[in-house]
Nanobody, 115 residues
Framework: QVQLVESGGGLVVPGGSLRLSCAATGTDSRINIMAWYRQAPGKQREWVATLTSGVTTHYEESVKGRFTILGDNARNTVSLQMDNLKPEDTAVYYC?????????WGQGSQVTVSS
């Protein structure tokens, strides 16, 4: 059973940076699709960024140029470097993995951007 364990998050002022990390356990096989989603208060969960095969990246429009998804495909880890954070980035961020037809989620990490 794959488990995703997140770390990072916290409180930061507008314009600041944070890094989220996620490690997948429970398999020795490579997980080729890992992603980050977020859910703001009162809103639905939304996709943020995807890393495919440890190489190909895709970003939601509002985070392009500010967020970077990084990963080690061999170690099944993925990180989200968030720069120039804005108050509207405040949300619970979730690590996501798609593996052998199943979808897995991390426990969620709170990111609060406030002065």
């Amino acid at each position: 059973q794959v488990q995703l364990v997140e770390s990072g998050g916290g409180l930061v002022v507008p314009g600041g940076s944070l890094r989220l990390s996620c490690a997948a356990t429970g398999t020795d096989s490579r997980i080729n699709i890992m992603a980050w989603y977020r859910q703001a208060p009162g809103k639905q969960r939304e996709w943020v960024a995807t890393l495919t095969s440890g190489v190909t990246t895709h970003y939601e429009e509002s985070v392009k140029g500010r967020f970077t998804i990084l990963g080690d495909n061999a170690r099944n880890t993925v990180s989200l470097q968030m720069d120039n954070l804005k108050p509207e980035d405040t949300a619970v961020y979730y690590c996501n993995a798609v593996f052998r037809g199943e979808i897995y989620w991390g426990q969620g990490s709170q990111v609060t951007v406030s002065s």
